[in-house]
């Protein structure tokens, strides 16, 4: 069985900026370069992957709860973005889902996740059970 190609395989290599927090912190998913020790064979190795850079240093003092308030946010956009590419063939259809849940909350997030749908079936639930803004005030301002 032939492995259905969605549009995660498109953009999950690429670096991308997410915003968490009160005060709308940009966090940075990039490409960085890590040199790792090989004992048996003596050199160190080059391994790079993609990682979330926090804005702050460690010891930065801010208001409490804001770096992990930050984390919270920052974490489930990118579970979201993952989820959701991976639910769409192309990038409109990611686009649309996109747009069906802009103003979904934290809550709303951990319902759906109760729920185990992934794939394509999770795109079908979001299509009949969300509506995008367009959709949303040709159905309440209808004349």
């Given at each position: 069985m032939a492995k259905v190609k969605t549009y995660w395989d498109e953009i999950k290599d690429d670096e991308v900026n997410f915003y968490g927090g009160s005060m709308g912190w940009e966090v940075r998913l990039m490409w960085v370069d890590r040199y790792q020790w090989n004992s048996n064979k003596r050199v160190s190795i080059k391994k790079r992957r993609l990682e979330l850079q926090w804005p702050w240093s460690w010891d930065q003092k801010l208001p409490k709860g804001e770096k992990a308030q930050t984390r919270k946010d920052v974490l489930l956009q990118k579970k979201v973005r993952k989820l959701l590419a991976q639910s769409?063939?192309?990038?409109?259809?990611?686009?649309?889902?996109?747009?069906?849940?802009?103003?979904?909350?934290?809550?709303?997030?951990?319902?759906?996740?109760?729920?185990?749908?992934?794939?394509?079936?999770?795109?079908?639930?979001?299509?009949?059970?969300?509506?995008?803004?367009?959709?949303?005030?040709?159905?309440?301002?209808?004349?």
């Open positions: 769409s063939t192309n990038s409109s259809e990611y686009r649309d889902l996109n747009s069906r849940t802009y103003n979904m909350s934290h809550d709303d997030w951990d319902e759906l996740f109760k729920l185990g749908l992934k794939g394509f079936d999770l795109r079908n639930y979001i299509q009949r059970t969300k509506l995008t803004d367009g959709e949303a005030h040709a159905l309440f301002w209808r004349m």
